[in-house]
């Protein structure tokens, strides 16, 4: 996720991994005569068949999807399109209150979502729930936090932060350029938490990112990051997580990631309904369905990116090899030890922005 937009995802994530912005994967064929369509902005992880046939097939309808990549993008298309165009809406969880206050999105029901089963961690009540109503649910979270070969390094270093910043690894480190996550994991290293970066404590950050660029063998967006993973031209994706590295087990099954000691960075995403959809009832549909235990492990397991599932009733559907990839019995002690991304007001986000730059030109 390229464009320096704070909601860029994750997985900021993400979506570059399948297409650049304002990819229409509405060319997809869809049921023969279907009876209805679908709108949606969605994330790449979305656009994966075994995710969204059955729910064409249920319904006898075709799901028409847009791919989008950072929060701001999805906002400029929307200003460009007339009202109902739209019926779905992924977004960032950060973002969502952003999106509510646009007016952008419908109510959705409660007693219709499988509320009690997502993990209480990423319910988020704080930000989908605006004057006692709920304008999204997350769906899908995952972990910024250090991916590598294991072939290549030794697992152990890999739970300490601090080993990063030593000579060990220098020139095998790949630097995952995006800077809300990366700026909070290099506060963790500092034995800080992210929300505690401010202007006074910017300085210690912007130093120990020149040291870690000195340690670095490139930094790049999603792509040439993980592509320098795979390739072997890098050992270490520091910012990697399941996102990065699920996808390429199969042809590299050294390639793995883990939460160090410090505490890892974790991203969510959500889904919702627009405000002025003319298919309200389908749309909720669908938003059943991907929160479904079915859904969510289709979604989880998506061919663009791998992720939690937000539903724990997720976990009676997936194999066995994919919880194990998933960590889905070290998720208690993940979230436990993670942080949401610290997002900062705009005076301090233009200065983080500034140092960012900087460190990416050093």
């Known amino acids: 996720m390229s464009s320096k937009v704070r909601s ?19 060319l997809r064929p869809g049921p023969a005569a279907a009876t209805e369509e679908l709108n949606a902005l969605v994330w790449c992880d979305h656009t994966d068949p075994a995710l969204i046939e059955p729910f064409e097939k249920a319904h006898d309808v075709k799901v028409n999807l847009k791919e989008y990549e950072g929060t701001g993008t999805a906002l400029a298309l929307v200003d460009q399109s007339q009202p109902g165009d739209w019926d779905v809406f992924v977004v960032d969880g950060v973002d969502v209150p952003r999106v509510v206050e646009a007016g952008l999105l419908a109510p959705l029901p409660d007693d219709q979502l499988p ?4 993990f209480p961690q990423v319910r988020m009540d704080d ?24 072939a290549k390094v030794d697992p152990a ?13 220098k020139g095998r480190i790949a630097v995952y350029d995006y800077y809300i996550p990366l700026m909070d994991l290099v506060a963790l290293e500092l034995g800080m938490k992210p929300d ?7 300085p210690k950050i912007r130093e120990a990112l020149f040291k870690l660029k000195d340690n670095a063998a490139m930094v790049g967006e999603v792509v040439s990051s993980t592509t320098a993973l795979a390739t072997g031209e890098a050992d270490i994706l520091l910012g990697g997580g399941e996102w990065a590295v699920a996808v390429m087990e199969a ?17 969510a995403q959500s889904i919702g309904v627009f405000q002025s959809s003319k298919k309200q009832q389908l749309a909720l549909a669908f938003v059943k369905y991907i ?7 289709r979604l989880a397991t998506s061919s663009c990116f791998w992720g939690m599932p937000a539903n724990r009733k997720a976990g009676a559907v997936l194999s066995d090899a994919q919880k194990a990839t998933l960590r889905w019995d070290e998720q208690p002690d993940f979230l436990a030890r ?7 007001d705009a005076a301090l986000d233009a200065k983080m922005l500034d140092v960012w730059t900087e460190f990416l030109q050093h």
Do not use: C
């Open 251 to 267: 042809d590299n099954p050294d390639l793995t990631w883990v939460l160090p000691k410090q505490g890892g960075i974790l991203w």
């Open 196 to 202: 505690e970066i401010s202007e006074k404590t910017l």
């Open 115 to 118: 509320l009690d089963d997502v």
């Open 338 to 344: 993670s942080y949401r991304y610290f997002i900062p």
């Open 157 to 169: 270093d890999m739970r300490d932060l601090t080993t990063l910043w030593g000579d060990r690894y």
């Open 8 to 26: 860029e995802s994750p997985t900021g994530l993400r979506p570059a991994l399948a297409a650049a912005a304002l990819a229409v994967l509405a």
């Open 127 to 150: 930000v989908t729930v605006h004057d006692g109503k709920r304008y999204a649910v997350m769906e899908k979270f995952g972990y910024n936090v250090v991916g590598y070969n294991k």
């Open 291 to 297: 929160m479904s235990p079915e859904g969510q492990a």
